[in-house]
Structures are given as structure tokens and as C-alpha cells.
């Protein structure tokens, strides 16, 4: 702390992300990022950006980016937001979209970003809390609120909630913004972009960092209802015109185009997911039903702390929260068989 710090800061609790360790040999199955790296086709992209070009400003309104988007998943491209990450999107969306006087609602087992983002920008928020299955019952958002936000499939669960569910909340909240936070969508779910021109209050934000493996690049957006995402336009052009660089328009756009890779990629880490989630509950393991790209889970006699440590001195980072409710899960990302082999070995026999 210093004396130069404003009384804001001073009280700000900012997010914590998981560890980026720099060292090369670990494997590391904390932070969700994809085992299989990006497209070819997005990386050839890029490169063809890397050129004298990059004395110039970038597209502000990543109109080849936006339009890949829309054409994608059949909207206009005026239903797209795009932002430096989702995080980013989400930022905007909590500053714009979600700050009134009724308290806004999330689960309370969540994305720990969203609390941080009512720190910011002085948002008040009620959490709801998950049911004894660790499952979000579409009937505790029938009151009051200032708006609604979820991840689907929810993190750090990965449990996956129904669309029927998710349009049961939007019909009992027609005047709430609700946000689905889809950055897990593709490995097992179904996305309710598919409800946008249906339900004005709805938007929709993904992420090319887990499916399309450009955590690196820092690509995100929303799909919404035109004046939704109108609202976040004024929000990135009051606060920064260029979110996306030359190389990300280049290479998120050229992800879109791939669609065969996408499959591929994602199809195989769905499949390694089976058969980790498999091999825990052969060693006793209690995991929640998984629609994403990492699983949840718990042991009945084992301390989860104690199982990260172990895992760690073997060389393998699992993310491990402390909230009390969760305290005894290991949330582990689904890696390349080899790398999902060195966990299975590292837990050893239990
Ligand atoms: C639920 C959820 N939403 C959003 C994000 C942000 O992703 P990014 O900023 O990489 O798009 C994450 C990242 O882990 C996440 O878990």
C-alpha cells in the first residue's frame, strides 16, 4: 500500500488466476487451457499478419472478426461484441448492463471473476447457492434482482444446465438482463445464442480459450439483442478503441473458418474426459457430471489439499479452491492422454 492510492483501491479484492508456472516440465492441468494447440489455419493467419503492417491501428470495430462470428452462429453482426478475452466482455458487461439497484444475481459456487467485478464496479449481489447436487435450480432466480449471471456449464462444477432450464430463467425475468457465460459450452453443451432473437434480455459470451486453444491470444465475445450489445460498444469505445490487435482478428477469425479442426479438437478432449472421470471413480473418486473441458471431484478419505500437494511434488498442478463448500474438490483440467496418465500415476494407489 502506498500513499499515492486512491481510498478505491485501497479496498479493491482483486481476482486471483491460477498459477502460469514457468517452469517447462510440469503438467499442467490448472487453468483450463486446451492440451491441442490451435488451428493451423488460425496460426498461419497470424503469421501473414506479422508484416509492416503493424505500424497501423488496428480495425476498432473488427468488422472481418465480427462478421466471422455472425455468420457462424447465423446472427447479424451487430448482435456481436468483441473484447480481449471474455473476461474483458464480461467487465464491460458488469459496468454497462448489470449495475442497478436490486442486487445482482450468481451462484455461489461461480466464477470467482464476477464478485470481483461487483468490487470494481460497485454492484450489489446476492449468491445464490448451488442445491445439495451442486446443480443450479432454474426456481431460485424467480426474484428480485438487478440481473442474472451463470456459467454454462458452470465452473468450477462443470455441471451443465439444461437450455429448457436457461429459457425457464429468462422467461421468469423478462425485465433482468441474464448473461450465460458459455466459455465451456463446446465441450458438451448447447448454446442458447440460439434463443438471442427471441429473448431481447439475453446475452450470450464465449471465449475462443478453451475450444479454439487461444488462451494466448485473448479473443472473446457476446451475442445479444442490438441494443444490448450497443450499450457494450459505448463502454470499450469510452474505454479502449482497440481491444484486438492485427494478429487476433486475423487468427480468431481464420478459428471460425476451421470448423474441422474445432470438431476434431474438441471431440478428443471430451473423449480424454471420459476416460479420466472413469479412472478417478475407479480410485474412489466422487466426480460431478462434466459437460466441460475439466472435471470436479472429491475423495471420501482423502484431504484435497493434501492431494494437490502430492500431485505438485509428482510434478502435476491441479487448481484447488478454499471456499468452505468446495474446500474437499480438485478441479482438473482434461490434458492429452499422457498428461491425464501422469495424474492417474501421480495420485498413486489411494
Ligand atoms: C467461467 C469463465 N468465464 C470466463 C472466463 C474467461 O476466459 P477468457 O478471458 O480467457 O476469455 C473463464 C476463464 O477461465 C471462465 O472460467
Not at 509492416?52 to 488496428?58: A, G, H, I, S, T
Not at 442486487?103 to 445439495?132: N, Q, R, T
Not at 473458418?257 to 476434431?264: A, L, M, S
Not at 478419505?301 to 468446495?326: P, S
Request: glycine residues 6%; negative net charge; aromatic residues 10%.
Amino acid at each position: 500500500m502506498s500513499k499515492f492510492w486512491s481510498p478505491f483501491v485501497k479496498n479493491l479484492v482483486p481476482y486471483v488466476p491460477g498459477e502460469q508456472p514457468k517452469l517447462a516440465k510440469l503438467v499442467k492441468l490448472n487453468t483450463n487451457e486446451n492440451p491441442y494447440g490451435p488451428s493451423p489455419k488460425a496460426l498461419a493467419a497470424m503469421q501473414a499478419e506479422l508484416n509492416d503492417n503493424l505500424r497501423l491501428y488496428p480495425d476498432p470495430n473488427s468488422d472481418l472478426l465480427k462478421n466471422a462470428v455472425a455468420k457462424y452462429f447465423g446472427v447479424q453482426s451487430n448482435q456481436v461484441f468483441l473484447g480481449n478475452g471474455s473476461d474483458e466482455v464480461l467487465a464491460h458487461i458488469f459496468h454497462g448492463l448489470l449495475q442497478h439497484d436490486q442486487p445482482l444475481l450468481f451462484p455461489d459456487i461461480s466464477y470467482s471473476f464476477y464478485p470481483v467485478y461487483c468490487g470494481l464496479y460497485g454492484i450489489k449481489f446476492d449468491a445464490v447457492p448451488l442445491d445439495e447436487q451442486f446443480q443450479i435450480n432454474p426456481a431460485d432466480y424467480a426474484k428480485p434482482n438487478g440481473g442474472i449471471i451463470f456459467p454454462n456449464p458452470n465452473a468450477p462444477t462443470g455441471c451443465l444446465l439444461a437450455l429448457e432450464a436457461v429459457e425457464q430463467i429468462l422467461k421468469a425475468n423478462p425485465n433482468s438482463v441474464v448473461v450465460v457465460d458459455e466459455a465451456y459450452i463446446d465441450f458438451g453443451g448447447e448454446t442458447a445464442i440460439a434463443l438471442v432473437d427471441r429473448y431481447p434480455n439475453l446475452l450470450v459470451t464465449q471465449t475462443l480459450s478453451k475450444s479454439r486453444s487461444l488462451a494466448g491470444l485473448r479473443v472473446g465475445f457476446a451475442v445479444g439483442h442490438p441494443d444490448l450489445i450497443e450499450a457494450l460498444e459505448r463502454i470499450k469505445n469510452s474505454f479502449n478503441s482497440y481491444p484486438l490487435d492485427r494478429m487476433a482478428n486475423a487468427g480468431a477469425a481464420a478459428a471460425f473458418e476451421d470448423r474441422e479442426y474445432f470438431d476434431k479438437t474438441c471431440r478428443l478432449v471430451i473423449d480424454n474426459r471420459e476416460k479420466v472421470v472413469a479412472q478417478l471413480q475407479e480410485k474412489g473418486f466422487e466426480v460431478l457430471p462434466s459437460a466441460a473441458n475439466f472435471i470436479f471431484a472429491r475423495h471420501p478419505r482423502h484431504d484435497a489439499a493434501g492431494l494437490a500437494a502430492k500431485l505438485r511434488e509428482q510434478g502435476v498442478i491441479v487448481r484447488h479452491f478454499k471456499q468452505e463448500r468446495i474446500a474437499q474438490f480438485l478441479r482438473i483440467s482434461i490434458g492429452t492422454p499422457e498428461q491425464n496418465q501422469a495424474l492417474i500415476d501421480g495420485l498413486g494407489d489411494l
